[in-house]
Each structure stands twice: as C-alpha cells, then as structure tokens.
C-alpha cells in the first residue's frame, strides 16, 4: 500500500527553489480541479454547458430523433434518405492547452517567512502544471525574467511539466537582490508574449506580485481574454503591505541589512501606498472580469491550493471580480 502524502512535507520553503520539491507536488494534482466543472444537459451539440471557449465538437455518430433532442442537431440527409427523422451526436474535446504566465523578475526575490515570493510562484505554477496534466490538458508555461521570456510550448506530457520546473529553477535560481541591477522590462511585455503563444480557447493563469499590473496592461488583458480564459493568482508578503513597529534585520541568504525602525507617519505612508497599489490591480481585473486569487507567500502553498482549486469546497480567498 502507497503511504499516503502528509502536505506538511510538501510545504517549500526558503530563498530558492529545487526540482525535487516541485515534482513531488504531483501527488495532489488529484485533489486540484482547475475549471469548475458545468452539468452535461444532453448528449446533443448546443448543450453542453461549458466555460472553456473555443473548444470543439467531434462528431461521434448519427441516431433516432427522440424527444428533447435538439432540433438543430437533426441530420436532414440521413432523415430523408431513411424516411425517419435521425440526429448528430457529437462529443466534446476535452484536451485544452493550459499555460502558466510565471513572473520570475527581481522584486518576486523577497519573502519574510516562510518562502520567497518566488518560490511560492513557482510552487504554484508546477501544483498547476501537474493538476493540468492529470487531467488531461496540454501544459505549457512561459517564465518571465527581467531581461527575456523563455517558453515551454505546449505538450501533453510529463516531458512538458518537467521542462517548466527545470525552467522555473534556473529562472528563479538566477535571482540575487529584489532590485534588477540594469532595470526589468514590465509586465505588459509578459502579456503582448503571452498572446503570441496562446491559442483561442487556452486556459492562462498568471502567477505574479502584481506590482506594476497597471494601466499598461489593461489592452494586452483585454486582448489576451477575448479568446482564452485567464486567471490572476497575486503573490503577497505582509511585510510589503505594512511596515514592522520594531527594528529587524533582513538578509537574502548571503547578507545581512539592519532595517531601522520606522515613525508611525512614514509607515502610514508606505501603507497608504501599497493599497493603492493593490487596489489597482482590483480595479483592473474588476473591469475585465478576471477571476483574482491571492496567496500569502508566509502561508504553506498547499493548503492554500486546496482551499482555492480542491473539489470540496471555493477558495476563501477569491476576490470578487
């Protein structure tokens, strides 16, 4: 017998991420259901209740008309040739490409417990990765550094998922300071690259802090969600959202920097400021009816997955959209 998984041990943490961790997360792709699932009225094309655009329809085979079928679905040529009424049965194609926009660029380098931003993002991307997967979708990931954007086209295979790990690890590995030293190209560029890539119909979720999701995004979003669905998870540290009473000392893994502390004005400032900024982003995806899911960075990743995408119940998290 399989000795079941005690999320606990799924819990990554620290300054960096590693392959080994992100593709143990497979073991609750079972328990995550990325798409709410919609009630299947009939076995008729036209009545399948569905959220995923663009999905096709393969036709399985021809019948006898009974009552309630849709009589749009009536095969006219079959129905004359026989003398008796026959409709199309069609059956829906379940594979879609799901994409995972990861932001990977400098300020993603910050956590105050637990994990880095970073690796909460990346832990999240591969959760998802192998959720996609196990249920059949074609995974594909596009992970965004400061200077680039590397693409993992989209496969329906292990290959794929594996490819986006080693991917986001030498991404995120390559991060050395929350402060690009030659500045970083914003996330519009993420978003103009992931329309390039993104066929009609493909599932997107972008992984990111959100820090400068901004009027600049708001064409490439609108754009990007007339043929494919997205999803915005945010990445948030508290201490970025509120400065600390007391002094305290910060370090990157390496070296270490006294924060001093702070007057109260000074941390109503920094307070007023980051609100605005998140409200922003609220704002935004409000206007395009983007689903906004945060995640706290100082929580364990697991649970919150769970709590968001897990089958038994919706995520407590969601802000409305």
């Known amino acids: 017998m399989q000795k079941a998984i005690n999320h606990n041990d799924l819990n990554i943490r620290g300054a960096y991420p590693e392959v080994a ?59 004359a040739r026989t003398g008796k009424t026959h409709t199309k049965l069609f059956q829906e ?3 879609r490409p799901v994409v995972i926009l990861l ?20 832990s999240i991307a591969s959760a998802l990765c192998w959720a996609g997967l196990q249920h059949g979708d074609r995974i594909g990931a596009l992970l965004f550094s400061d200077h680039g954007v590397d693409t993992v086209r989209p496969r ?3 290959h794929a998922v594996l490819a986006a790990i080693h991917g986001m690890v030498e991404t995120a590995g390559a991060l050395d300071s929350p402060i690009a030293s030659g500045g970083s190209q914003p996330l519009s560029v993420l978003l103009e690259e992931a329309r390039r890539i993104a066929r009609p119909g493909s599932a997107l979720f972008l992984i990111s802090d959100c820090h400068d999701m901004d009027e600049s995004c708001e064409q490439p979003l609108y754009l990007l969600t007339r043929h494919a669905d997205l999803q915005v998870l945010r990445i948030t540290d508290p201490l970025e959202q509120q400065l600390p009473e007391q002094a305290m000392t910060i370090s990157d893994g390496k070296q270490r920097t006294f ?30 009816h983007l689903p906004l899911v945060d995640f706290d960075n100082t929580q364990p990743v697991v649970p919150l997955l769970l709590s968001t995408y897990g089958d038994r119940q919706p995520s407590p998290n969601r802000s409305p959209a």
């Not at 932001?103 to 990346?122: E, H, I, T």
Request: hydrophobic fraction near 30%; glycine fraction near 6%.
């Open 259 to 288: 924060l001093g502390k702070s007057s109260r004005a000074l941390r109503q400032q920094f307070a007023n400021h980051q609100y605005q900024v998140r409200e922003q982003t609220a704002q935004l995806c409000r206007r395009l």
């Open 156 to 158: 329906r295979s292990h």
């Open 21 to 79: 961790p992100l593709v143990r997360l497979r073991h609750i792709a079972r328990q995550l259901r990325l798409f709410k699932p919609r009630v299947n009225r009939s076995d008729q094309a036209g009545n399948l209740l569905t959220r995923y655009r663009g999905r096709g329809m393969n036709f399985e085979e021809v019948r006898y008309y009974q009552p309630g079928d849709d009589v749009r679905s009536i095969d006219w040529r079959v129905t």
């Open 103 to 122: 932001d990977l660029r400098s300020p993603m380098f910050f956590g105050s417990q637990n994990a880095f931003k970073s690796v909460a993002a990346c």
């Open 93 to 95: 194609e379940r594979e």
